[in-house]
């Protein structure tokens, strides 16, 4: 996970003096604004994840001298760092999901305001912050198949008859899930900064 989840960028907004049609977009603005407080949990879900990719590298590099008993105890605890990072994702699933709910309640102050332009402004914050939901909805969703045969592999070195070959398939396959999340983390990265795009195109018109 590291680096992938895009993060949105903070703005806190002091203004005097604000005509009504700034008023109105400064409401939406500051009610869709803790989307963002809640997205600063990812962070802790990103270190925990990040800790449990280092503890996985340092089990696979204690492979290559294991005993075949040795073999079956790293092969268990590699399966349970597998456990663990999928249950970030789950994690940071959840906090998408808040976040979601936070930006749900925001539109309702898109109906109040007057102004066409500022309402059509808000709106396309909120369509596009949709698609970036969908868009880590499908990134978390290729990780977890990664991680998923991650797992298979690990539980395959605990096997009494291994085969090489197999192992080899195996990991060919896990080449092809990973480019897809690569995909689709650059895919959501993108739409993370068409959101904050539009985000700096409404403070530019509420400092006006």
């Not at 073999?71 to 999928?86: C, F, P």
């Amino acid at each position: 996970m590291k680096k992938m989840i895009g993060s949105l960028l903070i703005f806190s907004v002091v203004i005097a003096g604000c005509s009504s049609d700034e008023d109105e977009l400064l409401d939406f603005y500051n009610a869709f604004q803790e989307t963002v407080e809640v997205e600063k949990e990812i962070e802790d879900v990103t270190a925990t994840f990040d800790e449990l990719e280092a503890e996985k590298a340092e089990l696979q590099q204690s492979l290559e001298s294991a005993t075949r008993d040795e073999l079956t105890e790293i092969s268990g605890q590699l399966v349970e760092n597998a456990d663990a990072r999928i249950a970030q994702l789950d994690e940071e699933v959840a906090i998408m999901g808040e976040s979601r709910s936070r930006m749900e309640a925001s539109e309702q102050y898109i109906s109040e305001i007057s102004n066409e332009s500022n309402r059509d402004k808000a709106q396309s914050l909120v369509d596009a912050m949709d698609q970036r939901y969908n868009e880590h909805g499908d990134m978390i969703g290729s990780y977890k198949t990664v991680l998923e045969s991650e797992r298979d592999i690990f539980e395959y070195l605990g096997d009494e008859d291994i085969s090489q070959d197999e192992v080899d398939e195996r990991l060919n396959n896990l080449d092809e899930e990973y480019q897809q999340v690569q995909e689709d983390a650059q895919t959501f990265s993108e739409q993370t900064e068409n959101v904050n795009q539009i985000k700096q195109e409404i403070e530019s018109l509420i400092e006006s």
